[in-house]
């Protein structure tokens, strides 16, 4: 990075602080030279004049020469519809990605409005991301992809806009104002010189950048390009290859509305509503490139396209319909066609379908697995023949048509005009599709957590839900907050700790004074514990958990006897409170020696499952004296766990009954049906006795896995209840440190 020379001395402050370790390498000069200064050789290995550098580059002079695509004469005709579904399903670029999505943090910063998961059973289908743009905003930015690579192999242009029409309608998702506020990146990918690629490059950018996007009225303001798809080798003698296709992958993002708007594809368990699809291939059913294909060993020959006007009609016609919020589910058609995206639907809302096509059982193959250009809506049964003149309308007359009716039973019947061609079981199918994930996950971490996780995709229980024993609307901190004072909390954190923006704006809402306290701040004297009424312990990765998880942490204070007695002089002030969260939580159980009231505490261990768990559970918070958790005893709501290691573990069986006898255990992991389990994924660190947040005996010091700070808004929640409008049950836990404050 670059910075002003009088600023020099302030940076090397904030590195001090910290922590973090940086070099000056040199200045920038008026002069056009580069100089590179070895002291010690006392040389200058590097000295030219930066014209050398970047001075004008040689033009460069391509010769392209366009080859025919790579088609063949796959037929869906004659296909089992069955048999292709299973096929389709388990294909990867179809099949559920949750071995992937659940190992990464998804909910850090406390702004992400919209993961990958949604719904009550927490299913990775979503077609967009979304984040606020602040911690106070309800207002967000939307991300979305598209992708058609193996349709290149046909088309190159039919691919590239096949690309950019699936990153819309995938952001589509968000509440977007206008077409043109969605902006696009443009990763080009090519084996420059092979075959006839370099033409279908110049082609695929021709029609995307000159053509479709002016007709979108959008811009590709940034890009990249990887030139060298291609690599090469000798084995035992054997020339070998590999070449990837002409590829272009598209990001859009923009600026969108109210986030608690957006649309999932989580089907309302409703028989009284009806699925639309909304084909832009208008009827062509082109299967050419299509997982279809592909899992038939073939290529196909007819690409799917579509046409600039009808991704603008589309566009403005989900906007009429969000206006009039007649839309309660939304999904997009791509990989895997119609009867995927409508599986993907089933899925998220648990429930079964009732799908009728209007073809014949020779063009029902096509019909459910090509994937042109659309969308799936879910309306009331009684506005489809409004949403039908809507779309007229809009220019989509004859392109939209019903599809499909949610059932409660969980059956998935599949019907065309005379024959029967699939009755399932929502339960059987979803099995299929996680297939490839389970096995992936089983091979991976520990396989009788894989196994548990499959196993409960039978099961068609209620999913998250929530029942509270206070009114979370109620700010009972604010006769506090209008006296004016704004007791002063200390929001602590070490070296990789990443929580504490969240927390301190939890806090800040709940009326008190948000302080950024580092380590080091207290190591050098530059804070003093003695100015705070509150201390709270962040998550997040001390030193990388390289020591164990807070480990390190907790022995930064142990190890140095001037913090162990300020900390220590913290802990028995009885006007204090403290809080720890996650790595915060694992390093306050790591000085439970000079905390009072915590001798039957645990430490915490690797998870059972031995990976990184970012999930959100279900947990009940338990009658304790934990004054964070005052009045919320006998409530239960879902909560972010991120962390690797989280298990509770006991010095032994008579510790963990005395911390039980003593009404110490705060929190715990419920499943479903409202019970305490050990059970994964409900209780996804395998803790005894669901235990992942305790207190200590007067209750002024919790400590827990989970992170209420992410989810004190309910727009962080990937799931809530429909009535929970702004804050969700966790802003009580704050409201009530600055209550006990008085």
Known sequence: MAIEPEQLARFEQICTRERCPYAVLGEATEAQHLRVSDRQFDNDPVDLPMSVLFGKPPKMHRQAVREPGLADDFDATGISVAESLERVLTFPAVASKNFLIT?????????VARDQMVGPWQVPVADCAVTTVSLDSHLGEAMSMGERTPVALLSGPAAGRLAVAEAITNILAAPIERLSDIKLSANWMCAAGFAGDDAVLYDTV??????????????????????????VWDASGEHRSVTAPVSLIVSAFAPCGD????????????????????????????????VLAQVWSALGSGSPDVAPEDVVALFEFINDLRVRNWLLAYHDRSDGGLLVTLLEMAFAGRCGLDVDIDVDRQHAAARLFSEEVGAVIQVEETRVSEVMAMAAQSGLEGAV?????PRLDERIVVNTRQFELIDSRRAALQSLWSETSHAIARRRDNAACADAEFAAIQQSGGGLSASLTFDCDEDVAAPMIATG????????????????????????????????????????????????????????FSYGDVLGAGEGWAKTILFSDA?????????????????????GCQMLSALQS???????????????????????ALVRVEASPSILLRDMAGSHLPIVVAHGEGRARFAS????????????????????????????PHNPNGSSAGITGVCSTDGRVTIMMPHPERVFRAAQLSWCPPDWHTDSGWMRLFRNARTWLG
């Open 653 to 680: 069986t008579e510790t963990q009954n005395a911390l039980e006898e003593a009404q110490q255990v705060a929190l715990r992991f419920i499943d479903h049906d409202l019970n305490t389990t050990e059970a994964y």
């Open 594 to 616: 000079i905390i009072p009231g915590t001798d039957h505490w645990p430490r915490f261990a690797r998870n059972q499952s031995e990976q990184y768990e970012a999930r959100l």
């Open 563 to 583: 913090l162990r007695e300020c900390f220590q002089t913290f802990f028995q002030r009885s006007d204090t409170f403290s809080l720890g969260v996650c790595n």
């Open 401 to 405: 048509t019903v599809v499909a009716k």
């Open 259 to 290: 986030v608690r708007e957006v649309l999932t594809p989580t089907l309302e368990r409703r028989e009284d509503t009806a699925l639309l699809l909304i084909d832009l291939g208008r009827g062509a059913d082109r299967v050419g490139g299509s």
């Open 103 to 111: 190992i990464g943090d998804r909910s850090v910063t406390g702004m």
């Open 206 to 231: 021709e029609a995307v950048a000159m053509t479709f996007c002016p007709a979108l009225g959008m811009t590709i303001p940034v890009g990249k390009d990887s030139m060298s798809m291609r690599t």
């Open 485 to 540: 004072v704004r007791p002063k909390v200390a929001i602590l954190r070490e070296q990789g700790v990443n929580g504490h923006m969240e927390m301190a704006a939890a806090f800040d809402r709940a009326g008190l004074t948000a302080v950024d306290v580092h380590m080091s701040d207290l190591m050098s004297e530059r804070r003093q514990l003695d100015e705070f009424h509150g201390v709270v312990a962040c998550g997040g």
